[in-house]
């Protein structure tokens, strides 16, 4: 295929394709440095802080945590909506960049789908545990029952069990597919006989003959087509559990796409936090260039200026609808009593992203590193804003109320991330963060020592 | 039935597909080729059938999506009607969310496992690797030795096809 | 060698000019006729949207495949440059059917003197002087940017500079930030201000995926007419497979906004905003019904299969079913609420007028093809879109 001589390979450095396995499974041989003992004692005492908060959920009740009879969502819908969201980045490079032939997501792809998959996971925590008894979480599922009742289908909270729970198996096969040729690769470097083992084992026994790659290039690109209406409907039905009520500042029918942009935003500001320092980390700085990270600032500015649209829709609609309560409930989410929470937001959000016209900065590995935390922050008071702005104010100003987290509900937050983070790391040493073969057919094409003219 | 068969290996994929291209017009039996990687245009050149693995997904997707629906349309008018906020008992658009996750979930389960199951691949199966390069930096061709006088013209066309490390094995 | 200059024929001509007298005629039986001026009013406001959403997706096909630096689309890109031709011809006839009483017919809220309560509180918005300069605003942005693009892109071809290959970008990124702004508040102004008093967040976007959907098949019809009058013969299957795939995928992400936004309406049952489908559906229900058929049903199924997305035969009649389809989708927006259930109809009016818009949107477009080289020959990428194929 031909290719235009302005592109900018996609790899960088002189490497043939063996240099491309050495380079990649580097990470995973050897012991770990002490960078990453560092960071999984770090995330391990995080996750230890997660499983106290847990312990006194499921003990005492959900009393431990700063609901209260207005408020009766906080900080762990948030948390589930912000991991959910997070956990958009992943399947959305591979599903939806695949089918618009966007090469650079070859060098992403596989760690931001087990950050997909990590997130998710994180994600689903917050439901079940509000529903204050872990081992009943059973009962969500539709399954006959001696109590001879089925669960509600008309209720959007019952669709987002099946949306994340569909979300997560088929993420999960679709990373795994991808990852069944790079387990090959693995076992046949594999230099233990322990190792040989275990990944022939996950491996599948793997051969790379012609006609298993042909059928596993159609596989991936169905999967794609299959993910790519999913990761869109995910995060629709998950801002269905608020726009179908009747609750000011939730009941607006721009929520889906500007929850599903939203989630791509700040899955891919995830995205970049983590690959930034682990390209560094692991080396891979030739892998995961500079141009990859300008890519997906694209994406962010992309994804952050449809979320201030939205914004300001929204904003603006709730003064033209002629609703005083709608009007009312914008008025106090900007100026109220958590108006500092909604300026954190509008900033981090609108603003920051901004920054990335310029191409100084779009291109600066730290700029983007600190405005991807930016937006990691923003898109959390996002949902902060959503779920309690409109809950903490009804319609009786009677019972107008407060909220503040408890230290348990803190506990429970600092211990997905914990999760997230100890899970990260033990990724990154079993399996190849970069999908080897995916790097490899796309090396001729657009790596640096890509042929002139055109062979086809 | 002889089955024996020669292996060999290439170290570019443009140089295998000349090489592939060559083999064929010289009328050597090509059993398999491994490849690091999908190379592109390697099927056509072995001349593989188009994949109809799109099939089974859409066929998994409409009977996922099927289930879904008419589950729901059962439990709300047959087994349990109950009355949610005064819609009717068959409310048509909150089905659908489900019966879309339903229809995904099939049709990607479908077709993985197809797959799969296809290619015998599965838990601890024990292929049989030529070359443990071939999932490096190697392409390796497989092509039948035929009968014992034959197989020294397979390996001379082999070399001239430009191929490698051209060994016998039985 | 292929012919690389298109010549306006006088047999296009000739069929141009007939399709806008059959126009101007309906327009005129509509008078005769006593149909009344709400329905005509309504119709040439539907028309001069709808051919001008027509020409701001061309130059949006364009802009949006210069900044995301594609190159399989090059040879195309001047289709969608002439389509463009037409956004000042679209503004200048919505602006004379405002001017001439449209504005009376269309809006309820320009009768000032009698609003109710809720108009009221929305007239710091829905006012004609702040009306107009929105108008304008939004048509000078339009041509502007769009009459930029096409110069640069035209320098492009003379020069080859990479220059000009960056400024055509910077130019496009403004129209694409430009246009999604202004795609969404004009939506407001023009079509959801008819029913003043509903309001739903969605809309814009939900009328932008409409105009995206309908643009995109314009772009493959007007390619193909080229190819079957001998031009532009690079443009091969993998084009075309493309374009389907947009047209496959925009259908259906124009049918999960309009289920987003009906599901959501549906659901919280909100009296103020259930009347606007309730009135669609029991003054409506055929057009209803078939707008989602039309839009989702039939491209989905149509072009599902990866074969069907590759040949003409498949692709041009779906084309023309979703430019038909969107045309019907626009209609429910509008006529309930400019016309009413009672005077509103189609018949030799609508599809007179439809005619006569299209046959002008033809000419103006054939036109701006006759004036410039048909493929940017210089583009950097215009060697990656005649080499085009891909695996998928």
Not at chain 1, 168 to 185: A, K
Not at chain 1, 264 to 270: D, E, I, N, R
Not at chain 1, 275 to 303: D, P, Q
Not at chain 1, 383 to 393: A, E, P, W
């Amino acid at each position: 295929m031909y290719v235009s001589p302005i592109r900018e390979p996609l790899i960088r450095g002189e490497k043939d394709y063996s240099q491309v396995t050495k380079d990649i499974l580097a990470p995973m041989a050897g012991k770990p440095t002490r960078y990453w003992y560092m960071g999984i004692t770090l995330s391990s005492a995080a996750l230890l802080f997660g499983a106290w908060a847990t312990f006194m959920t499921m003990y005492y009740g959900i009393g431990t945590w700063g609901l209260n009879k207005t408020v009766g969502w906080g900080w762990d819908i948030t948390n589930f909506v912000w991991w959910v969201g997070i956990g958009h980045a992943g399947t959305f490079i591979s599903a939806i960049l695949l089918l618009f032939r966007q090469k650079w997501r070859t060098s992403i792809n596989r760690s931001a789908e087990a950050m997909t998959l990590i997130a998710v996971a994180c994600a689903g925590f917050f439901p079940l545990i509000h529903m204050g008894r872990l081992l009943l979480g059973f009962f969500i599922f539709p399954y006959p029952n001696t109590r001879a009742l089925w669960v509600n289908f008309n209720s959007p909270l019952l669709w987002d069990v099946f949306a994340i729970s569909t979300y997560l198996l088929v993420s999960l096969i679709f990373w795994y597919v991808g990852l069944i040729p790079d387990l090959g690769t693995v076992r046949d470097k594999a230099t233990t006989k322990i190792r040989k083992a275990i990944y022939g084992f996950l491996s599948f026994g793997w051969t790379g003959s012609v006609k298993q790659w042909s059928r596993h290039e159609t596989v991936s690109l169905i999967l794609a087509g299959l993910a790519a209406p999913l990761v869109l409907s995910v995060h629709t039905i998950v801002s269905f559990d608020f726009a179908t009520s009747v609750i000011p500042g939730w009941h607006t029918t721009i929520f889906p796409p500007y929850f599903v942009s939203g989630a791509v935003f700040s899955g891919f500001a995830m995205v970049l936090t983590l690959l930034i320092v682990a390209r560094k980390a692991l080396g891979l700085e030739e892998y995961i260039t500079v141009n990859h990270i300008e890519s997906m600032n694209k994406v962010i500015i992309l994804t952050g200026s449809i979320v201030g649209i939205a914004y300001i829709t929204e904003f603006f609609m709730a003064w033209y609808s002629g609703v005083e309560y709608e009007q009312y409930a914008f008025l106090n989410r900007a100026f109220g009593p958590y108006a500092w929470a909604y300026w954190i937001m509008m900033t981090c959000n609108v603003v920051t992203p901004q920054l990335f016209w310029f191409k100084k900065i779009r291109t600066s590995v730290v700029a983007t590193f600190i405005i991807s935390i930016f937006v990691n922050i923003g898109m959390w008071f996002e949902r902060f804003v959503i779920v309690v702005t409109s809950l903490h104010r009804d319609f009786l100003p009677s019972s107008w109320v407060m909220y503040k987290p408890s230290l348990v509900e803190v506990g429970l937050y600092v211990g997905t991330l914990g999760l997230f983070f100890t899970l990260f790391l033990l990724f990154i040493r079993v399996f190849p963060v970069i999908a080897i073969a995916e790097v490899k057919s796309v090396l001729k094409s657009t790596g640096s020592f890509k042929k002139t003219g055109h062979h086809e | 039935m002889n089955k024996s068969y020669i292996t060999a290996y290439y170290t570019d994929d443009d140089d295998l597909l000349k090489g592939i291209r060559q083999l064929k017009e010289k009328g050597v039996e090509i059993i398999d080729v491994m490849t690091p990687f999908p190379v592109h245009g390697l099927d056509k050149a072995i001349g593989l059938r188009r994949s109809r693995l799109s099939r089974v997904a859409f066929w998994g997707g409409t009977i996922g999506a099927l289930i879904g629906f008419f589950f729901q349309a059962w439990v709300f008018t047959k087994a349990y009607p109950l009355n949610f906020g005064g819609k009717p008992y068959l409310s048509v658009p909150s089905f659908m969310p489900v019966a879309f996750e339903m229809a995904v979930l099939f049709a990607a389960f479908s077709i993985v496992f197809a797959y799969l199951i296809y290619f015998k691949l599965t838990p601890g199966a024990k292929p049989v690797i030529h070359d443990e390069r071939s999932t490096d930096d190697r392409f390796l061709v497989v092509v039948k030795a035929g009968e014992p006088g034959e197989s020294a013209s397979i390996e001379k066309a082999l070399s001239e096809a430009g191929a490698e490390g051209i060994k016998l094995k039985a | 060698m292929e012919n690389i200059t298109f010549k306006l024929t006088k047999k296009l001509k000739t069929i141009g000019f007939v399709m806008v007298a059959i126009g101007l005629l309906a327009l005129a039986y509509g008078f005769i006729a006593g149909l009344g001026g709400d329905r005509i009013v309504a119709n040439l406001h539907l028309n001069s949207f709808y051919f001008t959403s027509l020409g701001l997706i061309g130059m949006f096909f364009v802009a949006v495949h210069a900044i995301s630096e594609s190159g399989w689309q090059v040879s195309m890109q001047r289709v969608g440059e002439a389509m463009s031709l037409f956004i000042p011809i679209g503004g200048i006839i919505m602006l004379l059917v405002f001017v001439f009483g449209g504005m009376h017919h269309l809006f309820e809220w320009t009768h000032t003197e009698h609003l109710d309560e809720i108009l009221l509180g929305k007239v710091a918005y829905l006012n004609q002087p702040f009306f107009y300069v929105r108008f304008a605003v939004f048509f000078a942005g339009w041509t502007v940017l769009a009459w930029m693009i096409r110069k640069t892109s035209r320098e492009l071809d003379i020069n080859g500079d990479i220059k000009y290959f960056n400024k055509l970008r910077k130019y496009s990124a403004f129209y694409v930030v430009f246009l999604a702004v202004s795609s969404v508040v004009s939506s407001w102004d023009w079509l959801m201000s008819i029913d003043a008093h509903w309001f739903s967040t969605l809309y814009g976007w939900y009328v932008f995926s409409s105009m995206l959907v309908t643009g995109f098949s314009v772009i493959v019809i007007f390619t193909y007419i080229l190819k079957r009058m001998g031009y532009m013969q690079h443009v091969n299957d993998e084009h075309i497979h493309d374009m389907g795939k947009y047209m496959f995928a925009l259908s259906i992400f124009w049918a999960y906004l309009w289920f987003s936004q009906y599901m959501l309406i549906w659901y919280a049952n909100i009296p103020e905003e259930t009347i606007y489908f309730y009135e669609r559906i029991k003054h409506f229900d055929t057009i209803f019904y078939w707008n989602l058929i039309v839009n989702f049903a039939i491209p989905f199924l149509l072009l599902m299969t990866r074969n069907s997305k590759r040949v003409s035969s498949v692709v041009i009649p779906v084309a023309v079913i979703i430019f038909i389809g969107h045309w019907m989708d626009l209609y429910q927006l509008i006529m309930p609420g400019a016309v009413g259930y009672e005077a509103a109809g189609i018949g030799f009016l609508e599809i007179g007028v439809t005619i006569g818009f299209t046959g002008l949107f033809m000419l103006v477009t054939f036109f701006g093809l006759s004036k410039v080289p048909l493929v940017p020959k210089n583009h950097p990428f215009y060697e990656e879109s005649l080499h085009y194929h891909t695996n998928y």
